[in-house]
């Protein structure tokens, strides 16, 4: 029998408060999954498919103040000149109170936003995970069926996601439950576009040809689609085009997760 959504959603947020602090991971199974569609746009073609080892990945993206946990001990900058966070930018949700970096009230468990490649990089490694492959980000989000999106293929509604929303307008990462991938990871859809370790190259799809390089530079790919896009971006196989165009800098409506 099927749990009503407000028990979903007190259980989505009791394993968040639990887990604030050090994200839980769910695994992902090894095997061949589609990747990719014939029937979108041209960055999405072709429908072709990849097998990937077992992998764990976070059920909620990051959040503001796990960032702000990793600002405190690390900063807003690293040793190699690599800007992590626009913490200047107006749209940011996480500032310096004297001496201590803190998310601003009522948006601590909002997917943090602002956040550079190489901070989405960073975080993850001071966590000691990385950031998922995009084969790795797709396969989490809609399994081995092809699924439009990660519920399925029922078109979006605001109980699975948060899209169509005003400007920086995010949402609690675990607002969703009902939208969770067949995996149950959750807030793959809409909220916040979400880094992968990918550089944004055509498909097919393939880990060998210099994509998984972990130095910053080349433009990244961005999935899943943030709090400010129509029903249509934020599917599956959406790849976020030229919105990562300066992976350098972050920007109002891309966040990440971690893997392992």
Request: glycine letters at 8%; charged letters at 20%; hydrophobic letters at 35%.
């Amino acid at each position: 029998m099927k749990c009503p959504l407000p028990v979903l959603a007190f259980v989505s947020a009791s394993l968040w408060a639990a887990g604030s602090s050090a994200q839980e991971l769910i695994s992902i199974p090894a095997g061949t999954f589609i990747m990719g569609t014939d029937t979108g746009p041209a960055d999405e073609r072709p429908a072709h498919q990849v097998t990937l080892p077992q992998f764990s990945i976070d059920r909620f993206p990051v959040s503001n103040a796990q960032f702000a946990e990793f600002l405190n001990a690390v900063g807003p900058a690293n040793g190699k000149g690599e800007r992590l966070f626009d913490y200047d930018d107006p749209d940011a949700r996480i500032h310096r109170t004297e001496a201590t970096w803190v998310a601003d009230p009522g948006y601590e468990h909002h997917s943090v936003v602002e956040v550079s490649w190489a901070g989405a990089r960073d975080y993850c490694a001071w966590r000691g995970k990385r950031l998922p492959t995009e084969a790795e980000w797709e396969k989490a989000a809609r399994g081995t069926d092809a699924r439009r999106f990660p519920w399925g293929n029922a078109a979006p509604d605001p109980t699975r996601a948060r899209f169509a929303a005003a400007y920086n307008a995010t949402a609690p990462v675990h607002a969703h439950p009902a939208g969770a991938s067949p995996y149950g990871v959750q807030d793959m859809s809409g909220n916040a576009w979400e880094w992968v370790a990918s550089a944004y190259l055509p498909y097919p799809y393939r880990a060998d040809d210099g994509r998984e390089d972990p130095a910053a530079g080349p433009v990244r790919a961005t999935r899943g689609g943030g709090h400010d896009s129509p029903p249509e971006e934020i599917t599956t196989t959406q790849r976020g085009r030229n919105l990562s165009r300066n992976p350098r800098s972050g920007h109002h409506n891309i966040g990440f997760r971690c893997s392992k």
